[in-house]
């Protein structure tokens, strides 16, 4: 048995789960966030302790190795015993703008250097904005990670996850290893990080912090993005996902670094590499179109309709970015539209073309043939899956998530224990959807205009 634990933004997720990959026992402790008003978005390292630590007491101690992974790109400072230094820095704290403009200056290669567009939520940018503006005379050491304080505090090391480490903005995604000219560029020194590395790191003794059996096996997952990956297709070249929530994004499993322009790009063990693109609005730019077009129609009564009208393309081109973009355009200013619109077309016609343009928007980063796992909320909707299989021309497995991050850690835990990993979520879809080819004929002629009104918009927003 595996004690995966999963440190997310709002509280710890443990779960107990077998070499099959069923799940035994699971629990949920939140700890708090402290947002402020100049963008600033903190938290306690000790609360992740302490969940963790009520965790572990509310489950039984029927494993033999512990697992951990969580969110990425925190800052978290430690004095020279390992303690830490005030609060937490997380992965969407903005206050680092302009720490973050200076750094893309003095370093022009940044960019390129990580894999990665480099913001203010930039970790390396959060240090120099730290370092200018408080006293760091004290700081020893720094880690990126829930998972990675957690486990330090079990005395297991100061170590970071190669995930999680190229979510900093200090890692050379091509060498695979910390960036001198970034880490100088920042203020930060090389014995300052932590070792790269990740799986099995020690076993605890009797008296630790999680209460813990003594004996039992640490292993540092990777980071929330790539245990994600892996518990639902695995890390294997190619393997890849799409996720329709609020947002949306499409994962896939590559051998080699691409334009970080308009997408993420995380490091993973034995070279390989996670490419994420992402699309800001998927769900609330559905819930929007529904209220507007549809008012009053629910999302399972306007899946009802859609069933009912023809499985053709529309016809129409539509952009589903409400909130601005970030694949396959990068822009703030973009947004959303409908193009070729008639005066004969009623207004489930135009909320079923804003369903098609959100799916062809994920189908510009997705190659066609073989099975495409869809996970997510709108992964729940037939009529989304049939335009999916369309605009992708896949095979459709509607896979169950939820837990899908603490499966890849017991996963990862188990293939660095035993060399095996567990089976994949994607393993058991609970809805299998193919693409007609007739439909899929509707819609090849439109896929490429459909990229084009992407940059044409882009180019012309204000």
């Given at each position: 048995?595996?004690?995966?634990?999963?440190?997310?933004?709002?509280?710890?997720?443990?779960?107990?789960?077998?070499?099959?990959?069923?799940?035994?026992?699971?629990?949920?402790?939140?700890?708090?966030?402290?947002?402020?008003?100049?963008?600033?978005?903190?938290?306690?390292?000790?609360?992740?302790?302490?969940?963790?630590?009520?965790?572990?007491?509310?489950?039984?101690?029927?494993?033999?190795?512990?697992?951990?992974?969580?969110?990425?790109?925190?800052?978290?400072?430690?004095?020279?015993?390992?303690?830490?230094?005030?609060?937490?820095?997380?992965?969407?704290?903005?206050?680092?703008?302009?720490?973050?403009?200076?750094?893309?200056?003095?370093?022009?290669?940044?960019?390129?250097?990580?894999?990665?567009?480099?913001?203010?939520?930039?970790?390396?940018?959060?240090?120099?904005?730290?370092?200018?503006?408080?006293?760091?005379?004290?700081?020893?050491?720094?880690?990126?990670?829930?998972a990675s304080f957690v486990v330090s505090q079990l005395e297991c090391g100061l170590v970071c996850d190669e995930t999680t480490a190229s979510s900093t903005g200090l890692f050379d995604i091509h060498h695979r290893c910390w960036s001198d000219d970034i880490?100088?560029?920042?203020?930060?020194?090389?014995?300052?990080?932590?070792?790269?590395?990740?799986?099995?790191?020690?076993?605890?003794?009797?008296?630790?912090?999680?209460?813990?059996?003594?004996?039992?096996?640490?292993?540092?997952?990777?980071?929330?993005?790539?245990?994600?990956?892996?518990?639902?297709?695995?890390?294997?070249?190619?393997?890849?996902?799409?996720?329709?929530?609020?947002?949306?994004?499409?994962?896939?499993?590559?051998?080699?670094?691409?334009?970080?322009?308009?997408?993420?790009?995380?490091?993973?063990?034995?070279?390989?590499?996670?490419?994420?693109?992402?699309?800001?609005?998927?769900?609330?730019?559905?819930?929007?179109?529904?209220?507007?077009?549809?008012?009053?129609?629910?999302?399972?009564?306007?899946?009802?309709l859609m069933l009912q009208r023809p499985r053709l393309a529309t016809g129409l081109l539509s952009l589903p970015s409400i909130q601005g973009e970030s694949f396959p355009v990068r822009s703030h200013s973009v947004g959303g539209c409908i193009?070729?619109?008639?005066?004969?077309?009623?207004?489930?016609?135009?909320?079923?073309?804003?369903?098609?343009?959100?799916?062809?928007?994920?189908?510009?980063?997705?190659?066609?043939?073989?099975?495409?796992?869809?996970?997510?909320?709108?992964?729940?909707?037939?009529?989304?899956?049939?335009?999916?299989?369309?605009?992708?021309?896949?095979?459709?497995?509607?896979?169950?998530?939820?837990?899908?991050?603490?499966?890849?850690?017991?996963?990862?835990?188990?293939?660095?224990?035993?060399?095996?990993?567990?089976?994949?979520?994607?393993?058991?879809?609970?809805?299998?959807?193919?693409?007609?080819?007739?439909?899929?004929?509707?819609?090849?002629?439109?896929?490429?205009?459909?990229?084009?009104?992407?940059?044409?918009?882009?180019?012309?927003?204000?």
């Amino acid at each position: 048995m595996i004690l995966a634990i999963d440190l997310g933004t709002s509280g710890a997720k443990a779960a107990i789960i077998d070499s099959a990959g069923a799940v035994h026992e699971q629990t949920f402790v939140p700890y708090s966030t402290t947002k402020l008003p100049n963008g600033g978005v903190e938290q306690d390292p000790m609360q992740w302790v302490s969940a963790a630590r009520q965790a572990v007491t509310r489950l039984p101690r029927s494993y033999t190795v512990v697992s951990f992974t969580g969110q990425m790109q925190d800052l978290i400072c430690l004095d020279r015993a390992g303690r830490p230094l005030g609060q937490a820095l997380l992965y969407n704290d903005a206050r680092a703008a302009a720490e973050a403009a200076r750094l893309n200056t003095v370093v022009p290669e940044w960019k390129d250097i990580t894999g990665n567009r480099q913001t203010a939520t930039s970790t390396a940018a959060m240090w120099l904005r730290l370092m200018e503006q408080s006293d760091v005379s004290d700081v020893a050491s720094v880690l990126f990670s829930p998972a990675s304080f957690v486990v330090s505090q079990l005395e297991c090391g100061l170590v970071c996850d190669e995930t999680t480490a190229s979510s900093t903005g200090l890692f050379d995604i091509h060498h695979r290893c910390w960036s001198d000219d970034i880490v100088q560029a920042c203020g930060l020194r090389m014995d300052m990080l932590p070792t790269i590395a990740s799986g099995f790191l020690d076993t605890v003794g009797a008296d630790n912090c999680l209460g813990l059996p003594a004996g039992t096996k640490v292993v540092l997952s990777l980071g929330d993005a790539a245990s994600t990956t892996c518990g639902i297709v695995g890390l294997g070249a190619g393997d890849d996902f799409v996720s329709l929530g609020t947002s949306g994004w499409h994962a896939r499993v590559v051998s080699t670094v691409s334009d970080p322009s308009e997408v993420r790009q995380f490091a993973l063990p034995d070279g390989g590499i996670l490419r994420i693109a992402s699309v800001l609005s998927v769900g609330g730019t559905a819930d929007w179109a529904r209220s507007v077009l549809l008012p009053g129609v629910s999302a399972k009564e306007a899946d009802a309709l859609m069933l009912q009208r023809p499985r053709l393309a529309t016809g129409l081109l539509s952009l589903p970015s409400i909130q601005g973009e970030s694949f396959p355009v990068r822009s703030h200013s973009v947004g959303g539209c409908i193009l070729g619109m008639r005066g004969n077309q009623d207004p489930l016609t135009l909320y079923t073309a804003v369903i098609e343009g959100i799916c062809m928007t994920l189908a510009h980063d997705i190659k066609p043939g073989g099975i495409l796992p869809a996970t997510g909320g709108g992964a729940r909707s037939v009529p989304w899956m049939r335009i999916l299989a369309s605009v992708t021309n896949r095979n459709i497995h509607v896979t169950v998530s939820e837990d899908a991050a603490l499966h890849g850690a017991a996963s990862l835990a188990a293939y660095a224990t035993s060399g095996e990993y567990l089976p994949t979520l994607a393993a058991r879809a609970i809805v299998e959807i193919e693409p007609e080819p007739e439909v899929v004929a509707s819609f090849e002629p439109l896929i490429a205009k459909h990229l084009e009104l992407f940059r044409f918009a882009a180019a012309l927003s204000y």
